[in-house]
């Protein structure tokens, strides 16, 4: 009989059961690791690739060095991809490569490596030799941008690498370095101690010992860039890179550039420079004799914002004399670099940095660009985007107060603003179609005025500022504008805006003064003279001294220089106004900008003078108290800034304290409702503090290692929202329990913090069926009613306890625990935790498991009744998962079951479930839905016992047949009695749930009391409730199975009674019952 299976496993398909976090996330007294965020995308836009790598024995297998988010890899040629270098000290890649020798030995150099104004730094070198499963750091920490790597072809302990060197200051370690001991020692053979450092690097395919290598000039502070000098070149090494000679024969005396260097392997005598001059110009250079001079083929060079963001030159491996320059738009050339041509990238996103070919198809490339990776087969006349790598990086985050579910919005790096929503109501969680772009170009800060979530403000770079109306589409300029006779406006590269929490219509816009519109931006007003130091930058020192006029400038790679970077107002004194600007000054009006206030960061105690202040944060609770974080990463001082003032900017504390070093602070949030509850986005994480930034704790982010340059408090559902620079938005949902947490509150037992209330409704299927491994979708929060609670202390095994004592014990004799101390411990219980569900009658509905470990947890219910299934001692117990609940107000307790005793942990919470959508059909009231749900857990377990017992029945007819077989005395008269007796309970079975022939040819079968219980359960799998058909077909269920129940009763009390005299009296052996 399979019918009593398939109602067991009716239960199992139900639902998903509910599961807590792992207790391997238990390392400290505290324990917030449990407050996870939930990365959510979107993957729509990808971002910035640095370099690719494909194995050369599996073209299916690719790496991925990510600008600024992380490495990674796939295994089928993207159709899905895992991230490698999460929990690495650094999340900016610019180098990668693979050991010729051993492709599973992946070599990775961090920092990016272009010169623009938003790069991250790295830490060095790293090495996997395990396909990047695990890895190993391998020097060159003070290098901040590795830009290529080259490992020996014959010896995997050789290898070289091209160090830019700190981007923001002089020494570190840059140049050209080898190592022959695999990266455990290095030696610089080329560049300096101050400015020179290497960018490229080639090695002939023919000769290992002869490398080129160009250096490269540049030093980038926050007012200008100068991206070329007299130590930049191309050099040439004969004996594996420990002396060099420079190869300079007829190349410009003037000054050089970033140099991007190709090599022909089908000729490699054959040697291609691209090479950035003054002024913007440049040059596409050949060599025809290994180097020994060169001939100028054109004037190409690398576009957009300067050749310092591109320049990376590739020699095709198919075709002599093609080269790949990357640039806005990928320019190549067929004839050796004489003419160039602007490669058809119809579909595709521009700002090209790496290129990969495939051996053995000429017509395949794969481009990493600041929108991703595409792929083209057949030459670049068509290309595929890789719409499933989420590494776009967010300058800024904003949210709205949209229902039932909030939107994110933000701006990138060259792939526009964006929105997109914080969770959906589909089962696929959130995916590239549910996001939308707001604006194009560079996107920086987005806001969105309260009650109001169809309109928003994006902006492009340098104050770009849009109004847009999503309703309709409309995109309005409304960017401040230079009066008659005013210069210019600066405006920063991430101009800041705000809405006055005072009033909607009203807007604060900073370039070098502050604007405030009351009417949505149609009109301006300046609320301030110039706030920063107005400076020349061109008097300002640059490589370490003031610089000639004809030197290598390239200031349209700037943001525009002294300009307001951040503003605000005070949500509780309208008109109490923060500036802070790049040049190092915060500026305070207590009178909506009649009159302000200068503060130098430098006279601030442990801040830099001229330090680049990011963000400045009105206290929402108290109107004296303000938040400043500071930054002067551009002078390369990399220590974290954070200072407090309680006076209204007049003195400062920081408080920074035990957050770590070399950690920039890009941003402050405050709780709203508790005024101690602070949160920081920082380079390398988001760090909470519960004491007003007296200890910080850092949040748990998922392990990947990534910079969050800005947060956000999103009040009605108390998430903390964030936006990465790389691995796109983050979301902790609820972190209300925060507020709770004190020295007197950790000094409780447990603690079961009540939940925000939860939403029924059914989870939409809107991708029309599988979309296939390669449809990116970030998560949602899992379904139900989220539990946070809090132990002490957790529980342990007797095994855990054993081995604790025993690791105490430094040295001796570790003490045998005795027979029954060891079998103890095999028998016994662990501990449980639950949190127990009662209904407003105060019945309990449900048990949901918890962890036991020390610290916080948290825990999902799915709103289901716990399953009112029977249980068959014989199998698991069936489904733990019952029907969906009613709406309503439920209540929940924390308890915990140890050596068979119950006790209570906490105090009964109040949990509140609210249907998600209104219905426009008005379905099934509570009530009916309760008693429709019992009439189906009563039939159900109807049928259950009914199906057991007919199966028993078929066991014991079966056996008696057995059993007669071997009888002293059989009779054909009960030969005949047994065969009927199987009989009349297969067709008992088909009555229960029709032909099994049927069902294995998929033929239909009558309807019967399984199909009809079958049709009633889906009356129960949405919030509508049952219909009357359900209830109608489920009483004709019963009434059928209540027929079948009186003939199988009729069976077993007079059949089978009949059955055992007559096999006693044929002498037949017993049956064991």
Same mark, same amino acid.
């Given at each position: 009989?399979?019918?009593?299976?398939?109602?067991?496993?009716?239960?199992?398909?139900?639902?998903?059961?509910?599961?807590?976090?792992?207790?391997?996330?238990?390392?400290?007294?505290?324990?917030?690791?449990?407050?996870?965020?939930?990365?959510?995308?979107?993957?729509?836009?990808?971002?910035?690739?640095?370099?690719?790598?494909?194995?050369?024995?599996?073209?299916?297998?690719?790496?991925?060095?990510?600008?600024?988010?992380?490495?990674?890899?796939?295994?089928?040629?993207?159709?899905?991809?895992?991230?490698?270098?999460?929990?690495?000290?650094?999340?900016?890649?610019?180098?990668?490569?693979?050991?010729?020798?051993?492709?599973?030995?992946?070599?990775?150099?961090?920092?990016?490596?272009?010169?623009?104004?938003?790069?991250?730094?790295?830490?060095?070198?790293?090495?996997?030799?395990?396909?990047?499963?695990?890895?190993?750091?391998?020097?060159?920490?003070?290098?901040?941008?590795?830009?290529?790597?080259?490992?020996?072809?014959?010896?995997?302990?050789?290898?070289?690498?091209?160090?830019?060197?700190?981007?923001?200051?002089?020494?570190?370690?840059?140049?050209?370095?080898?190592?022959?001991?695999?990266?455990?020692?290095?030696?610089?053979?080329?560049?300096?101690?101050?400015?020179?450092?290497?960018?490229?690097?080639?090695?002939?395919?023919?000769?290992?010992?002869?490398?080129?290598?160009?250096?490269?000039?540049?030093?980038?502070?926050?007012?200008?860039?100068?991206?070329?000098?007299?130590?930049?070149?191309?050099?040439?090494?004969?004996?594996?890179?420990?002396?060099?000679?420079?190869?300079?024969?007829?190349?410009?005396?003037?000054?050089?550039?970033?140099?991007?260097?190709?090599?022909?392997?089908?000729?490699?005598?054959?040697?291609?420079?691209?090479?950035?001059?003054?002024?913007?110009?440049?040059?596409?250079?050949?060599?025809?004799?290994?180097?020994?001079?060169?001939?100028?083929?054109?004037?190409?060079?690398?576009?957009?914002?300067?050749?310092?963001?591109?320049?990376?030159?590739?020699?095709?491996?198919?075709?002599?004399?093609?080269?790949?320059?990357?640039?806005?738009?990928?320019?190549?050339?067929?004839?050796?670099?004489?003419?160039?041509?602007?490669?058809?990238?119809?579909?595709?996103?521009?700002?090209?940095?790496?290129?990969?070919?495939?051996?053995?198809?000429?017509?395949?490339?794969?481009?990493?660009?600041?929108?991703?990776?595409?792929?083209?087969?057949?030459?670049?006349?068509?290309?595929?985007?890789?719409?499933?790598?989420?590494?776009?990086?967010?300058?800024?985050?904003?949210?709205?107060?949209?229902?039932?579910?909030?939107?994110?919005?933000?701006?990138?790096?060259?792939?526009?603003?964006?929105?997109?929503?914080?969770?959906?109501?589909?089962?696929?969680?959130?995916?590239? =179609?549910?996001?939308?772009?707001?604006?194009? !170009?560079?996107?920086?800060? *987005? /806001? +969105? $005025? %309260? #009650?109001?979530?169809?309109?928003?403000?994006?902006?492009?770079?340098?104050?770009?500022?849009?109004?847009?109306?999503?309703?309709?589409?409309?995109?309005?300029?409304?960017?401040?504008?230079?009066?008659?006779?005013?210069?210019?406006?600066?405006?920063?590269?991430?101009?800041?805006?705000?809405?006055?929490?005072?009033?909607?219509?009203?807007?604060?816009?900073?370039?070098?003064?502050?604007?405030?519109?009351?009417?949505?931006?149609?009109?301006?007003?300046?609320?301030?003279?110039?706030?920063?130091?107005?400076?020349?930058?061109?008097?300002?020192?640059?490589?370490?001294?003031?610089?000639?006029?004809?030197?290598?400038?390239?200031?349209? =790679?700037?943001?525009?220089?002294?300009?307001? !970077?951040?503003?605000?107002? *005070? /949500? +509780? $004194? %309208? #008109?109490?106004?923060?500036?802070?600007?790049?040049?190092?000054?915060?500026?305070?009006?207590?009178?909506?900008?009649?009159?302000?206030?200068?503060?130098?960061?430098?006279?601030?105690?442990?801040?830099?003078?001229?330090?680049?202040?990011?963000?400045?944060?009105?206290?929402?609770?108290?109107?004296?108290?303000?938040?400043?974080?500071?930054?002067?990463?551009?002078?390369?001082?990399?220590?974290?800034?954070?200072?407090?003032?309680?006076?209204?900017?007049?003195?400062?504390?920081?408080?920074?304290?035990?957050?770590?070093?070399?950690?920039?602070?890009?941003?402050?949030?405050?709780?709203?409702?508790?005024?101690?509850?602070?949160?920081?986005?920082?380079?390398?994480?988001?760090?909470? !503090?519960?004491?007003?930034?007296?200890?910080?704790?850092?949040?748990?982010?998922?392990?990947?290692?990534?910079?969050?340059?800005?947060?956000?408090?999103?009040?009605?559902?108390?998430?903390?929202?964030?936006?990465?620079?790389?691995?796109?938005?983050?979301?902790?949902?609820?972190?209300?329990?925060?507020?709770?947490?004190?020295?007197?509150?950790?000094?409780?037992?447990?603690?079961?913090?009540?939940?925000?209330?939860?939403?029924?409704?059914?989870?939409?299927?809107?991708?029309?069926?599988?979309?296939?491994?390669?449809?990116?979708?970030?998560?949602?929060?899992?379904?139900?009613?989220?539990?946070?609670?809090?132990?002490?202390?957790?529980?342990?095994?007797?095994?855990?306890?054993?081995?604790?004592?025993?690791?105490?014990?430094?040295?001796?004799?570790?003490?045998?625990?005795?027979?029954?101390?060891?079998?103890?411990?095999?028998?016994?219980?662990?501990?449980?935790?639950?949190?127990?569900?009662?209904?407003?009658?105060?019945?309990?509905?449900?048990?949901?498991?918890?962890?036991?470990?020390?610290?916080?947890?948290?825990?999902?219910?799915?709103?289901?009744?716990?399953?009112?299934?029977?249980?068959?001692?014989?199998?698991?117990?069936?489904?733990?998962?019952?029907?969906?609940?009613?709406?309503?107000?439920?209540?929940?307790?924390?308890?915990?079951?140890?050596?068979?005793?119950?006790?209570?942990?906490?105090?009964?919470?109040?949990?509140?479930?609210?249907?998600?959508?209104?219905?426009?059909?008005?379905?099934?009231?509570?009530?009916?839905?309760?008693?429709?749900?019992?009439?189906?857990?009563?039939?159900?377990?109807?049928?259950?016992?009914?199906?057991?017992?007919?199966?028993?029945?078929?066991?014991?007819?079966?056996?008696?047949?057995?059993?007669?077989?071997?009888?002293?005395?059989?009779?054909?008269?009960?030969?005949?009695?047994?065969?009927?007796?199987?009989?009349?309970?297969?067709?008992?079975?088909?009555?229960?749930?029709?032909?099994?022939?049927?069902?294995?040819?998929?033929?239909?079968?009558?309807?019967?009391?399984?199909?009809?219980?079958?049709?009633?359960?889906?009356?129960?799998?949405?919030?509508?409730?049952?219909?009357?058909?359900?209830?109608?077909?489920?009483?004709?269920?019963?009434?059928?199975?209540?027929?079948?129940?009186?003939?199988?009763?009729?069976?077993?009390?007079?059949?089978?009674?009949?059955?055992?005299?007559?096999?006693?009296?044929?002498?037949?052996?017993?049956?064991?019952?």
């Amino acid at each position: 009989m399979k019918h009593f299976l398939i109602l067991i496993t009716l239960g199992l398909l139900l639902s998903p059961i509910a599961y807590g976090q792992d207790d391997s996330d238990e390392d400290s007294d505290l324990n917030l690791k449990a407050f996870a965020m939930r990365n959510i995308g979107p993957a729509f836009t990808s971002g910035r690739i640095a370099d690719i790598a494909i194995h050369p024995d599996d073209d299916d297998v690719w790496f991925v060095a990510v600008g600024s988010g992380g490495v990674w890899k796939t295994s089928n040629s993207g159709t899905t991809w895992q991230s490698l270098f999460d929990g690495q000290g650094s999340y900016s890649t610019g180098a990668l490569t693979l050991d010729p020798q051993n492709p599973n030995t992946v070599w990775v150099g961090t920092g990016e490596n272009v010169g623009g104004r938003h790069v991250a730094y790295g830490d060095g070198m790293y090495v996997s030799h395990d396909g990047g499963s695990s890895w190993t750091k391998k020097g060159l920490e003070a290098s901040e941008h590795i830009s290529k790597i080259i490992v020996h072809p014959d010896n995997s302990d050789v290898i070289w690498v091209a160090s830019q060197g700190p981007l923001w200051s002089p020494g570190g370690e840059r140049g050209v370095f080898k190592s022959t001991d695999g990266g455990d020692s290095w030696t610089r053979t080329l560049g300096d101690d101050e400015w020179v450092g290497a960018t490229d690097l080639l090695i002939d395919p023919r000769n290992p010992n002869i490398l080129y290598a160009a250096t490269w000039q540049r030093h980038r502070n926050v007012a200008s860039y100068m991206g070329g000098g007299p130590g930049s070149g191309i050099h040439k090494s004969t004996d594996g890179g420990v002396t060099w000679e420079e190869s300079s024969k007829g190349l410009p005396s003037s000054n050089l550039g970033k140099i991007g260097l190709a090599i022909s392997s089908q000729n490699p005598d054959h040697v291609y420079a691209a090479i950035e001059l003054d002024r913007q110009s440049g040059g596409v250079f050949m060599s025809s004799d290994r180097g020994a001079s060169w001939s100028k083929m054109s004037d190409t060079v690398s576009g957009g914002t300067g050749a310092h963001y591109y320049q990376e030159l590739y020699a095709s491996p198919h075709v002599e004399g093609r080269l790949y320059l990357m640039d806005v738009r990928v320019q190549v050339s067929d004839d050796h670099g004489k003419s160039f041509r602007r490669m058809t990238e119809s579909d595709k996103h521009s700002d090209n940095h790496a290129i990969a070919f495939r051996e053995d198809d000429p017509n395949y490339i794969l481009m990493g660009t600041d929108g991703g990776l595409f792929e083209t087969f057949d030459n670049a006349a068509t290309w595929h985007f890789i719409e499933n790598l989420p590494v776009t990086q967010y300058y800024k985050v904003a949210v709205d107060d949209a229902e039932p579910f909030y939107n994110v919005f933000g701006g990138t790096q060259d792939n526009g603003s964006h929105g997109g929503p914080s969770r959906t109501d589909n089962r696929h969680g959130i995916r590239n =179609a549910d996001w939308f772009k707001t604006l194009g !170009s560079d996107g920086h800060q *987005s /806001a +969105v $005025e %309260p #009650g109001n979530p169809n309109i928003i403000y994006a902006e492009t770079q340098q104050g770009g500022l849009h109004r847009i109306d999503l309703a309709t589409g409309e995109q309005v300029f409304v960017q401040p504008q230079s009066r008659l006779g005013e210069p210019y406006e600066r405006y920063n590269w991430d101009a800041p805006i705000v809405i006055s929490p005072h009033d909607p219509a009203t807007l604060y816009f900073g370039s070098y003064r502050v604007w405030k519109s009351m009417d949505r931006g149609d009109s301006w007003n300046p609320v301030s003279e110039d706030l920063t130091r107005n400076q020349e930058r061109f008097e300002l020192p640059i490589m370490g001294r003031v610089q000639s006029w004809d030197n290598a400038w390239a200031v349209g =790679a700037m943001s525009v220089y002294n300009t307001i !970077s951040t503003i605000s107002e *005070s /949500a +509780v $004194e %309208p #008109g109490l106004l923060y500036a802070g600007t790049d040049d190092g000054l915060i500026q305070i009006s207590e009178d909506d900008g009649a009159a302000w206030r200068r503060v130098d960061a430098g006279s601030i105690r442990g801040i830099p003078s001229g330090a680049f202040v990011n963000h400045i944060y009105a206290d929402l609770h108290d109107s004296n108290v303000v938040y400043a974080a500071l930054d002067n990463h551009k002078a390369g001082d990399f220590n974290p800034y954070l200072i407090k003032s309680t006076d209204r900017g007049r003195t400062w504390t920081s408080i920074v304290n035990n957050l770590p070093d070399r950690t920039l602070i890009w941003r402050v949030v405050q709780d709203h409702v508790d005024s101690d509850l602070l949160f920081v986005g920082t380079e390398f994480g988001i760090y909470v !503090s519960l004491d007003g930034g007296d200890s910080w704790h850092e949040v748990n982010t998922g392990g990947a290692t990534i910079s969050f340059r800005d947060v956000t408090v999103q009040r009605r559902e108390n998430d903390l929202v964030a936006a990465s620079f790389g691995r796109g938005f983050f979301i902790l949902d609820d972190y209300s329990p925060l507020r709770d947490v004190s020295d007197d509150f950790l000094e409780q037992d447990a603690h079961l913090f009540a939940p925000r209330d939860a939403y029924l409704f059914s989870r939409r299927d809107v991708a029309g069926g599988s979309q296939g491994a390669s449809h990116y979708a970030a998560p949602n929060p899992e379904y139900g009613a989220m539990f946070t609670y809090f132990l002490k202390e957790g529980s342990d095994t007797l095994t855990g306890e054993r081995k604790k004592r025993e690791k105490e014990i430094e040295s001796g004799d570790i003490p045998f625990p005795g027979w029954d101390a060891l079998e103890a411990e095999i028998n016994e219980v662990k501990d449980e935790v639950h949190i127990v569900i009662r209904d407003s009658n105060g019945d309990v509905i449900n048990r949901v498991n918890g962890k036991t470990g020390k610290g916080f947890h948290r825990v999902n219910w799915n709103l289901r009744h716990a399953s009112a299934q029977l249980i068959d001692p014989e199998s698991d117990g069936g489904s733990s998962n019952g029907y969906i609940v009613a709406p309503g107000t439920y209540s929940a307790t924390l308890e915990k079951t140890r050596g068979g005793v119950v006790s209570s942990l906490s105090e009964s919470v109040s949990v509140k479930v609210t249907t998600l959508h209104d219905k426009t059909i008005t379905g099934a009231s509570a009530q009916e839905i309760d008693s429709f749900r019992q009439m189906i857990e009563d039939l159900r377990n109807e049928m259950t016992v009914f199906s057991k017992t007919m199966a028993e029945q078929v066991e014991l007819v079966e056996a008696m047949q057995t059993a007669h077989s071997r009888a002293s005395s059989p009779s054909s008269e009960l030969t005949a009695d047994l065969h009927n007796a199987l009989e009349t309970l297969k067709d008992l079975d088909i009555k229960l749930g029709g032909y099994a022939s049927k069902r294995e040819i998929g033929e239909r079968n009558p309807p019967s009391p399984m199909s009809r219980l079958f049709v009633g359960v889906r009356g129960l799998n949405t919030t509508y409730g049952p219909t009357e058909m359900h209830r109608a077909t489920v009483a004709t269920g019963r009434a059928e199975l209540a027929v079948l129940q009186q003939q199988l009763d009729a069976f077993l009390q007079d059949t089978v009674p009949g059955l055992r005299s007559a096999l006693t009296a044929s002498g037949a052996p017993p049956i064991h019952q």
